[in-house]
């Protein structure tokens, strides 16, 4: 029986994906072991470690560009803590866009002044704040491109001279856009990339070094980096099989070609929820997410008539964050437009079988 996975994270993946990591759980290059039991200084997972961070920076089109990729443990949370640790010698300044931004700005404020430029908390982050300036005087610039929660999304980043640095964890890989502009990508793999357990940091090597702090040894990226990304043992699982997802994304033609697929199922949905007359959506229209599509019920007199015909339909993790309610459609790449199709289906049967 297939699913139709909505899930905001951990999410669909490959199916391709799927088949090959499955295999590599009972024998890994047929070596007679298991991915899960061999060593991670075995000349096998080294190479998988390799691949993918090589893979990343081809994608993004950021080799020989200074960059580093990692793939470290701790999730996108850790990394809160982690771009400040190595980054935030007085002041930074921080774009507050949702619940992930908010958690962001709580962990940088331990290590010096923060500027929160802007903040669409007054509409409980249904939009994306513009028209803001950054401090010149500040360390960093921090955004987060994509709210999972709210359904908003960047779509054009600010010109500035300070390094920028972006929470990219549940876009990265679905568009395109000249990733050479941020000095310091983070991003949990549970989203676009791979299982929960890994986390990609891309980093421009020289914004680091220049705190005067000392930085534990787990939270230095300069030891993270010095160290192949092998400083302690990686979550290997979870790596490899984000390896196997970055090649999965390069074989369908790369960044390019999952923007043009995302693009296809937004619109699919995003013009249904506009025409439906018993839906609306959530996010401003300018600043809806492809990833992650927010739209509620303009009644809850019908909530349990439909809640049980997209369970019927096999639709699974439609429901909305708590904080929003409603619901929530995420479409990340390996999502296919069959699974949305199936799901504007049900609202258009919903809205005959239940509207005025």
């Known amino acids: 029986m297939k699913k139709h996975n909505y899930s905001a994270g951990p999410c669909i993946l490959p199916q391709e994906v799927f088949q090959e990591a499955s295999q590599a759980i009972l024998n890994f290059n047929d070596s007679g072991l298991s991915i899960l039991e061999i060593s991670h200084r075995s000349a096998d997972f080294v190479s998988v ?18 960059y580093k990729a990692l793939f470290l443990q701790g999730g996108a949370s850790m990394q809160f803590l982690m771009v400040a640790y190595n980054l935030l010698e007085k002041k930074a300044a921080y774009l507050n866009t949702g619940t992930w931004s908010t958690k962001a700005i709580k962990e940088a404020k331990l290590f010096g002044e923060l500027d929160e430029v802007a903040s669409s908390k007054d509409k409980n982050f249904n939009y994306i704040p513009k ?15 994509n709210n999972t929660i709210f359904g908003t999304q960047i779509k054009d980043f600010p010109e500035t001279d300070i390094p920028l640095v972006c929470d990219m964890s549940s876009d990265i890989f679905s568009r395109e856009m000249d990733f050479s502009k941020f000095d310091l990508i983070y991003a949990g793999a549970q989203k676009n990339m791979g299982p929960a357990g890994t986390t990609l940091v891309v980093v421009k ?9 000392q930085i534990p040894s787990m939270m230095d990226y300069k030891v993270h980096i010095g160290k192949d990304s092998m400083f302690n043992t990686p979550a290997v699982y979870a790596v490899y099989v984000s390896m196997l997802t970055l090649r999965w994304i390069k074989a369908k033609g790369g960044i390019k070609a999952m923007e043009e697929r995302n693009a296809a199922k937004a619109k699919l949905l995003y013009d249904e929820i506009d025409r439906n007359s018993m839906f609306e959506g959530y996010a401003a229209v300018e600043d809806r997410s492809p990833m992650n599509a927010t739209f509620n019920l303009k009644s809850d007199t019908h909530k349990e008539t439909f809640d049980k015909m997209w369970k019927e339909a096999n639709i699974n993790g439609l429901n909305g964050h708590r904080s929003v309610g409603g619901y929530r459609a995420s479409m990340y790449n390996a999502l296919p437009l069959e699974s949305v199709q199936v799901l504007v289906d049900t609202m258009k049967e919903f809205e005959k079988k239940s509207g005025k």
């Open 49 to 66: 470690m390799e691949e993918a961070r090589e893979l990343a920076l081809e994608l993004l089109g950021l080799q020989n560009k200074g």
């Open 131 to 145: 028209g803001y300036k950054i401090p010149s005087d500040a360390d960093y610039f921090h955004c987060t491109s």
């Open 205 to 213: 090597e020289d914004i680091l070094g220049k705190v005067s702090r």
